[in-house]
């Protein structure tokens, strides 16, 4: 069956440092791979999208990668601040179905 | 532009009880989609709307849960009879269509207790 998996450990980074999240996948090929962000309480708002014949998507601080050989995806923040702490959530698309990963909870430290 | 709205934000009901949650999407959003996130996971499509018609229930548990979406805007989610295993956030979110370069807007999302 289809896999999604993110480290379901937080992630602690220094304030300043790039934070990088992984998402891998089995038994799927995704047509777009998406990242949320989740904040406590409150509904993922999305981020970046990438397609399946795209290597690199950048937007200001944040840059998405998507390698279908590797069936891997990461999402990193460069410069990260505080206000970056949040959950980030990996979504793949194919068929007309979402898949969510469990997400990865990021704390940038101070 | 206003969000996706939801109600209640908070709900606690005894076992076997029944629930209604309710989704407004944002304007001319002709997908509606409802997820169930258990704490600790990430959310998991329930069903999937394009405008009234349903595009996808697979994972929707047909004994207990239905949902429907009258003229193609406002959703309902029913749960009947809840479970303890039903206790998560029931999120809702609309695009403008299902072509999947197209943005989920998600919802603030329901709270269910279920004792």
């Known amino acids: 069956s289809q896999k999604i998996e993110q480290n379901s450990e937080a992630l602690n980074i220094q304030e300043g440092k790039t934070a990088t999240l992984t998402c891998n996948y089995t038994n799927y090929s995704p047509a777009y791979l998406q990242w949320y962000r989740q904040d406590p309480g409150r509904g993922p708002v999305f981020l970046l999208l990438i397609r399946e014949n795209e290597k690199e998507k950048r937007k200001e601080r944040l840059k998405v990668t998507f390698d279908t050989t590797l069936k891997q995806s990461l999402f990193h923040i460069t410069a990260s601040q505080p206000a970056d702490s949040a959950t980030y959530l990996c979504a793949l698309a194919g068929t007309y179905k979402y898949i969510f990963g469990t997400g990865t909870r990021l704390k940038v430290l101070a | 532009e206003a969000g996706v709205a939801q109600s209640p934000r908070y709900k606690i009901i005894e076992k076997r009880q029944s629930v209604a949650f309710w989704c407004n999407p944002i304007s001319g959003h002709a997908t509606l989609y409802w997820y169930q996130q258990i704490l600790g996971q990430g959310p998991k499509l329930l069903i999937q709307?394009?405008?009234?018609?349903?595009?996808?229930d697979s994972q929707l548990p047909k004994d207990r849960f239905s949902a429907e979406r009258l003229k193609g805007v406002d959703s309902t989610l029913k749960i009947q009879p809840a479970k303890l295993e039903d206790s998560a956030v029931y999120l809702c979110a609309s695009s403008l269509d299902r072509i999947f370069k197209d943005t989920q807007y998600f919802g603030p999302g329901t709270r269910l207790t279920v004792l």
């Open positions: 709307f394009q405008n009234n018609g349903v595009v996808d």
